[in-house]
């Protein structure tokens, strides 16, 4: 979650920065437009033309010495101090024309790549320092310039916008590079955000399956403690049944003995009863007593063979 949230807060820091970046050089953009319409304006003829000036019109020549600053370091037609700079006597109108105007389809097409020259950084920053004085010329304007030559007023208006140009570049690129770091770290955020991640899932797979482990364990203890119940009340039930059988075990017991005692008398019993429903049922009370007790019951005494029969007294 605190590396979900570093993430996020970087996240919109680089949005921010890129938005500004972005910002920024859209502002460069209409400066290299307006520098590439202002090429689209110079033909060889025009150039051809300033060319064989011996003289030119005022302000022209400061149009081509400030190219001439520019190209200095970059175009090796340039004569260059060590320091960098260029001499006066290597800017003035002759040297300039010579320098720049030796091959004017080869100096158009500089022109035309110079902007990437700038991308790249490969031109001195004391070219830029040096070109400024131009600048700051009253006449060093496009309309002004181009009443007096046409080529010129191109140059003009490409050297002023290469130059808003490459200002702008100059702010931006320290938000570059930062924009450039705050991405490596959104990508190393976010790589051990997602290494976090991958860790988690992990865990959170491992614990998942111990979770289910245990509540399967949980299941079978529930389970065991109430098969254990079950168990422990059909012990009780048996132990009470046990017991209740236990205290009958004596009266069955007695049962038993009268039953076998009474098993002895049966032969006897049942003789004596099935003659008297037989014979004597129709007589009288009295009549029957004492067939019973002076009849029957002495023979029955001595009916096996001189030996009683069993029956109840």
Known sequence: EVEARTCAEIQADVSVQQKDTEADLAKAEPAVAAAMAALDTLNKKDLGECKTMSTPPKGVDDVFSAVVVLFAGVDPNINVQKSGKVRA???????????????????????????????????????????????????????????????????????????????????????????????????????????????????????????????????????????VERGKLRLDLAQRLTAALGSEGERWALGITDLTAQRELLVGDVLLASAFISYIGPFTSQFRDSLIQKRWVPFMRTAAGGEAIPMSE
């Open 89 to 227: 006597e290597h800017r003035n109108w002759d040297a300039a024309k010579k320098a720049l105007l030796g091959n004017i389809a080869g100096f158009i097409d500089s022109l035309k790549g110079f902007k990437e020259v700038v991308d790249e950084g490969r031109v001195p920053s004391i070219n830029w320092k040096e070109v400024r004085p131009y600048l700051a010329m009253e006449h060093f304007d496009k309309d002004i310039i181009e009443g007096k030559n046409k080529a010129a007023g191109g140059l003009c208006s490409w050297v002023i916008n290469i130059v808003t140009y490459r200002d702008i570049l100059v702010t931006v690129e320290p938000k570059r590079q930062a924009l450039a770091e705050a991405n490596e770290k959104l990508t190393a955020a976010n790589t051990k955000l997602q290494a976090i991640q991958e860790k988690v899932a992990e865990l959170q797979a491992k614990l998942d399956t111990l979770t289910k482990e245990y509540n399967e364990a949980e299941a079978a203890k529930t389970a065991a403690i109430n098969d």
